[in-house]
Structures are given as structure tokens and as C-alpha cells.
T-cell receptor
Framework: TQLLEQSPQFLSIQEGENLTVYCNSS?????LQWYRQEPGEGPVLLVT?????EVKKLKRLTFQFGDARKDSSLHITAAQTGDTGLYLC????????FGAGTRLTVKP | NAGVMQNPRHLVRRRGQEARLRCSPM?????VYWYRQLPEEGLKFMVY????????ESGMPKERFSAEFPKEGPSILRIQQVVRGDSAAYFC?????????FGSGTRLTVV
């Protein structure tokens, strides 16, 4: 059983479209992180959210932490082919536990 | 300003051999985490170590797998008597204030 459920599992869109991916859990997290992983490489940290209701923007990426600190979303505006990758959310317990990821493909 | 260094990048072992995977954390980091990733899947936690201590090994298989982080030198993930099901990418991360920094992984193939 995954501690963190990510949806959708796969997402394929055209360049220029908007998208949202989700990370949900029944547990409360002290913090939650989003990573992007490209083929053949390790995950790279995108953002850390700490406060319930927090919204962080990173250029075309908007991250939101739920009020109850159990869920999070990542919204990408005007997707580009360079956004293609595996997006992982991770929640802090004694260590970091990861969801299974959303595999995003942005087609030209 | 080296990041997390893992070696080797690729490792091929025959069934029954031993695999040793190395991880040097970022300078100044004393916490190391090992994760396993199967194709098309996310990261599965294996073990969390500090220098000379295993803090959490709840994700480690009970047999054949061991990990250490000695006072000097890299952290080692050791898999004895490898089987085909051990084929995966193994990532290590070290933690700092802003989150985890991952190495590029070791891709283990058991033939």
C-alpha cells in the first residue's frame, strides 16, 4: 500500500496545454516535496512546502499544499517538451517516503 | 562543490555473485538514504543511515541485503547472492536543509 498516492499515473499532452497532477495521503506531513526525474538520472528537488494552504510558484509551475497538510498539487501552465519526466511527491516522516510518480510526456 | 556521488553507474552481476554499491554524500552531510527503483515505478525506501549507525532499515529485505556508513569512506549497500529480481536502479540521497540531493544511481543488472 502506497503511503502517498499520485494521480494520474501517466499523462500525455500537447505542448502549450495546462495540466495538474495530484499527491494524496491519509497522513499528515510536516513537509512535502516535489521532485522531477529524467531517464537515467536521480530525482531533482523542485520545491518544498511546509505550511498548510501554502502556494509556491516556480516560473510556469505552481505548487499547492492542502490546508490539512495531507495532499498537494502541481499545476503546469503552457507545458513545454522540456517538462517531460517523472514527477514524484515525497512526504517527510522519519525519512522521506515517495509516491509512485506521474509520468508526464509533452508532445511537440 | 561535488554532489552525491554514486559508483559504479552500471553494474552487471551473475546470479549468486555479490554486488557492492557505493555512495558518497554531499560535503557536510552525515545522513544517507538508499532507495530502489524498478522500471516504470517510483522510489522505494530501503534504509536510512548516519555515520556508523543504522537509523531505519524497515525497507530492507530481511536476507542478503546489508548497508553500512563507516566513520571514514562512502556508504555501502551490499547485496549477497544476487538474483534476477534484484535488477533495478539503486539511488542514494543525502539530506540538507532544503531537502534531499540524489546521486545519479547505480543500475544493477543480474544476468
Amino acid at each position: 500500500t502506497q503511503l502517498l498516492e499520485q494521480s494520474p499515473q501517466f499523462l500525455s499532452i500537447q505542448e502549450g496545454e495546462n495540466l495538474t497532477v495530484y499527491c494524496n495521503s491519509s497522513s499528515v506531513f510536516s513537509s512535502l516535496q516535489w521532485y522531477r526525474q529524467e531517464p537515467g538520472e536521480g530525482p531533482v528537488l523542485l520545491v518544498t512546502v511546509v505550511t498548510g494552504g501554502e502556494v509556491k510558484k516556480l516560473k510556469r509551475l505552481t505548487f499547492q499544499f492542502g490546508d490539512a497538510r495531507k495532499d498537494s498539487s502541481l499545476h503546469i501552465t503552457a507545458a513545454q517538451t522540456g517538462d517531460t519526466g517523472l514527477y514524484l511527491c515525497a512526504g517527510a516522516f522519519n525519512d522521506m517516503r515517495f509516491g509512485a510518480g506521474t509520468r508526464l510526456t509533452v508532445k511537440p | 562543490n561535488a554532489g552525491v556521488m554514486q559508483n559504479p553507474r552500471h553494474l552487471v552481476r551473475r546470479r549468486g555473485q555479490e554486488a557492492r554499491l557505493r555512495c558518497s554524500p554531499m560535503k557536510g552531510h552525515s545522513h544517507v538514504y538508499w532507495y530502489r527503483q524498478l522500471p516504470e515505478e517510483g522510489l522505494k525506501f530501503m534504509v536510512y543511515l548516519q555515520k556508523e549507525n543504522i537509523i531505519d532499515e524497515s525497507g530492507m529485505p530481511k536476507e542478503r541485503f546489508s548497508a553500512e556508513f563507516p566513520k571514514e569512506g562512502p556508504s555501502i549497500l551490499r547485496i549477497q547472492q544476487v538474483v534476477r529480481g534484484d535488477s533495478a536502479a539503486y539511488f542514494c540521497a543525502s539530506s540538507g536543509f532544503y531537502g534531499y540531493t540524489f546521486g545519479s544511481g547505480t543500475r544493477l543488472t543480474v544476468v
